[in-house]
């Protein structure tokens, strides 16, 4: 079984600098995509940011040259690296990792960021 455990998150000022981990445990042989996601309350889920096994990157709009979205091939953990932070970065953040090798989609309970003005 593969879960995933995500740390960083919490409460800091606007402009500030946060770094979420997202570690997976359990036998994992490949990964497609890992990706950060975030739901602010009354909001549905969104993408942040994806990092396909391929090395490519893909992010939301809102976040583009602020968020950085890294990963370490042992062991099995993602980042995201979110500088220059606004209010509205305020949400619950959750990693995903869409694997290979067992065939899983698995989400991480989430991490809160809070972002004051």
């Known amino acids: 079984q593969v879960q995933l455990v995500e740390s960083g998150g919490g409460l800091v000022q606007a402009g500030g600098s946060l770094r979420l981990s997202c570690a997976a445990s359990g036998i994992i042989f490949s990964i497609n995509d890992m990706a950060w996601y975030r739901q602010a309350p009354g909001k549905q889920r969104e993408l942040v940011a994806r990092?396909?096994?391929?090395?490519?990157?893909n992010y939301a709009e809102s976040v583009k040259g602020r968020f950085t979205i890294s990963r370490d091939n042992a062991p099995n953990t993602v980042y995201l690296q979110m500088n220059s932070l606004k209010p509205e970065d305020t949400a619950v953040y959750y990693c995903?990792?869409?694997?290979?090798?067992?065939?899983?989609?698995?989400w991480g309970q989430g991490t809160r960021v809070t972002v004051s003005s």
């Open positions: 990092l396909t096994s391929g090395g490519t990157t």
């Open positions: 995903y990792f869409d694997i290979r090798t067992p065939r899983l989609e698995v």
